[in-house]
């Protein structure tokens, strides 16, 4: 087998796509390091905010994967989203959704004419993600949900490394096998909302109360007492089981990485660097029209800092920002620019934003 790439090298292919987030990058470099290698890896679960990369850092897994030579199909990966895995538990079937998919995925590595003993093996050491893992939280507002409760126990079968039963496919001849699970990697993800205010609560106003004492900064001049609350600094798995993720199935998790919320910095960069940012895209419109789009730096740090006030959306807010100051310019690109360049600047930005 040719030599697998080192964690710094698969940190860097990931730190492209996913910036602000080293921390999770790293984690998440060293368990595929190992999962290439054939060793086992703890499962990973992810919290973060919404929007701060961490569908994104899954896909750029997925990607990396599949445009490495050496690594390219040796591993079944699959993404699927919690609520999947709620409707398929209360069908009575755990973990189908989970194994249909990565046959599948196992079938189009190994091509139709694949041994079953060899899809089956190739599945069982698949690499899974579960997306929005918090929509399966075991009580919402106060009632159980039944859903919830029946696909985290789903999961925990499989993350039990045993054998598991599994329904096959009709295009595997049907029936059911018994299928080794100790070689899946799960790694799970969800933004989790309401877990930082409720553990700021705690630390604040709660059963800890005075544990977050305020602290004395200098701001313009005055001093002044802040209260300074970093999620990581406070987190425990009795949080997480209030909000509804049962203890056996925390305690299947090898690692608990919260992404960073991101900043104007990091906001500016995704908004300028991304390929997939608003600012690329209508990038590319303008010179689909003739069009060269420059930006300012202060007109970037402006989208970026009236983005980062929405602090419930990421960078996703980027998006909606820039649509706001670009919408009318991208009707008539032509009419704007001078020289064939169409140069946004800060007065154009700030009065766009302004206009709302
Ligand atoms: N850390 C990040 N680095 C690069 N792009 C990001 C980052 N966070 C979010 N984005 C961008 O914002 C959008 C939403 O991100 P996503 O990963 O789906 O957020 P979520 O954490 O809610 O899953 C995507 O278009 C992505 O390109
Ligand atoms: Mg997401």
Redesign the pocket.
Known sequence: MPPTPPPTEIASALGA?????DEAVREMAVALAKKVAGLRVGHILMI??????????MRAVEEYLAATPSLAGRSAVVRLHANVLGEEAEAGRPGAAVFRRLLERAREQLGAGAEREQLLARAGGGLVFV?EVDKIRSHVGGSPNVRGIRAQEALLTLMENEVVPVDLPAWLGGGTAAIDASGLLFVC?G?FEGLYDAVFDRVTIGEDKGALQPVTVVEDGKVAERLIFHLADWLRNDDLFEYGMTPQFLARFDAVVL?AD?DVD?LSR?FLE?P??GFQQSRAYFESRGVKLAISPNAVREIARAAARQPRL???A?KEVFRRVVREIEFEPEKHAAQGVFLLDLPHVARALKHE
């Open positions: 796509r996913v910036l602000g987030q973060g905010s919404s929007g701060t990369g961490k569908t994104t850092l997306d993800g933004a992404l991101l990091i995704i991304i997939d940012s990421g960078a996703r980027l």
